[in-house]
């Protein structure tokens, strides 16, 4: 399955994820964090570790939510640079 492609994890997918063995990591792969600027990727990760221990829904929420912001503003920015330097051979 392409990665840009799958389907956007869930609040219930996190609180069932959670009870997992390797919850941080699945879950953390589930969110997509190395698609991730490196500073969003490591405070991902900070909460997710913080989730698994709580284990709210609210918080299950919050997370879902800060990780698809930064994957898009990630994303907007590599598309930003990207441009600016094809702009910079051209001329």
Do not use: C, W, Y
Not at 64 to 83: D, F, G, I, P, Y
Request: charged content about 30%; hydrophobic content about 35%; overall charge positive.
């Amino acid at each position: 399955m392409n990665p840009q492609k799958s389907p956007e994890i869930t609040v219930q997918t996190l609180l069932a994820l959670r009870k997992e063995d390797d919850a941080v990591r699945l879950i953390t792969e589930r969110l997509r964090v190395k698609e991730m600027g490196p500073a969003d990727h490591i405070r991902t990760k900070h909460e997710v570790k913080a989730f698994v221990e709580s284990g709210t829904s609210s918080s299950a929420e919050a997370l879902v939510r800060n990780a698809s912001e930064r994957r898009e503003l990630n994303q907007a920015m590599v598309a930003r640079v990207t441009q600016s330097r094809g702009q910079r051979i051209d001329q």
